[in-house]
């Protein structure tokens, strides 16, 4: 009886996954065939327009690229991550992030603000996965301050556990969806697939970790991830940009 529950589960769980991705290449498909025929049309006449028929093969470039990358972020998600553990310093995997994105950021008018304990232990990570999930926050943390502003990434310890929290400046996450922002396939972003936050969710847990979002309407959002490890006690001093502080 359980292995039929759960061939059951996963024959449901595979149901769900291929009717969200259907719905999400719909939209591009719909408008590559309206810029497909558009372009026919185009082509059949006698004067044909150059500069509208280029419009309408970059349209169709862009919904190619866009049905590309939402089977790329489908693959990384219905793929289960195999985990390959190393001991990393979180601070530098982090700070690794950080500069990596640091241009575009910067290019947006967005402050990086840097609050990292100075004393963590090395951590066991899949670094590459976990690199992908903080990305994938921070790039969420970025979209939601289009006007600019500041990110403030902190690390720490916090009851045994690694807390690594992504601070945005944004307008924040209303009530009636924040319950639903890393379910498969949601989405608030026009252009968006639903799966950046899905995919963070699932690399977090295979590291047996948590992740939760809070926020305030107006006043941005918090989203902290949180990983065991197991510890003796350390003195609990944090490091700054402007310098060294103890809690």
């Known amino acids: ?10 024959l449901t769980y595979i149901g769900t996954l291929a009717s969200g991705l ?4 719909r939209n591009p498909l719909n408008a590559l065939n309206i810029n497909v025929q558009l372009l ?17 093969i970059r349209d169709v470039k862009n919904e190619i690229i866009r049905l ?5 972020e489908f693959l990384r998600f219905a793929k289960p991550p195999e985990l390959q553990l190393e001991e990393e310093d979180i601070n530098s995997v982090v700070d690794e992030v950080l500069r990596f994105i640091g241009p575009e950021t910067e290019r947006q008018g967005i402050i990086i603000e840097r609050e990292f304990q100075s004393d963590l232990p090395p951590l066991k990570l899949d670094k590459k996965l976990f690199k992908q999930a903080l990305f994938n926050l921070i790039l969420n ?18 009851d045994g556990q690694v ?17 639903n922002i890393f379910d498969l396939f949601f989405s608030t972003k026009e252009d968006g697939t639903g799966l950046g936050l899905s995919i963070t969710q699932r690399i977090v847990k295979e590291h047996k970790g948590t992740i939760e979002v809070s926020s305030l309407n107006g006043k941005g ?13 350390r003195g609990t001093d944090v490091t700054t940009e402007e310098g060294t502080r103890s809690r």
Request: proline share 5%; hydrophobic share 40%; glycine share 8%.
């Open 141 to 158: 943390a970025n979209q939601a301050m289009a006007e600019g502003g500041k990110l403030k990434v902190r690390t720490r310890l916090l």
């Open 221 to 233: 959002a918090i989203f902290s991830m949180k990983l065991p490890l197991e510890i003796k006690k």
């Open 40 to 56: 026919e049309e185009d082509l059949q006449r006698p004067e044909v327009n150059r500069e509208e028929a280029l419009e309408l």
């Open 163 to 179: 807390q690594i929290e992504v601070c945005d400046a944004g307008p924040g996450i209303p009530g009636d969806i924040r319950d």
């Open 68 to 72: 590309e990358e939402i089977l790329t």
């Open 22 to 25: 259907a719905h999400e290449i």
């Open 1 to 10: 009886m359980e292995d039929i529950t759960g061939d059951m589960d996963r």
